[in-house]
């Protein structure tokens, strides 16, 4: 794959878009690092990724979306760069936050497995170039649907099972589509 394009944000993700780190010190936030995540829709579909089975959360479907690196120019660029590695999608556009709804935290934040690191997870509703075709890397995802709002909370693509990774993907998604709805932007 060639290198992640530019891509243009909305006027309200100013904050996200300086390294990582900067972020963090503005915030006073001593998590160990930053992750991101990218709703894509297609139509009235989101895109989920199934994770591998010899991954952590084996076999179970998520959003695309991971670290934000130190390498990366900001957290946005963290998370154009994690949707084409794990996707080869292209990112075009951001278009806002996606929190876990009003009732719901302000930031996700999780530990790794040993529960001894702290992260803090934003995820953004992108807009991708269209007509590219889904490729992922089998190291991390091994199968891809696009699903409905309904799908996604019954965790089911017709007779496919979608198991999600996280209590938080479902919320997130959820409130994808409600911002959508309200923001008309089908």
Known sequence: ???????????????????????????????????????????????LVQRAPDDSMPNLWEIPGGAVDPEDASILAGCVREVFEETGLRVKHIRRLVTEGADGPEWTVFTNRTGKRFFVKFTFEVDVEEGADVVLDPVEHQSWVFATKDEVEKQAVGELRIPLATPYVRRLVVEGFRLRDEAGSA
């Open 1 to 47: 794959m060639t290198s992640p394009p530019s891509f243009t944000y909305d006027a309200c993700l100013e904050e996200f878009n300086v390294p990582y780190k900067q972020w963090l010190a503005t915030k006073d936030k001593t998590w160990n690092g930053i992750a991101s995540g990218a709703i894509i829709f297609q139509e009235d579909r989101v895109l």
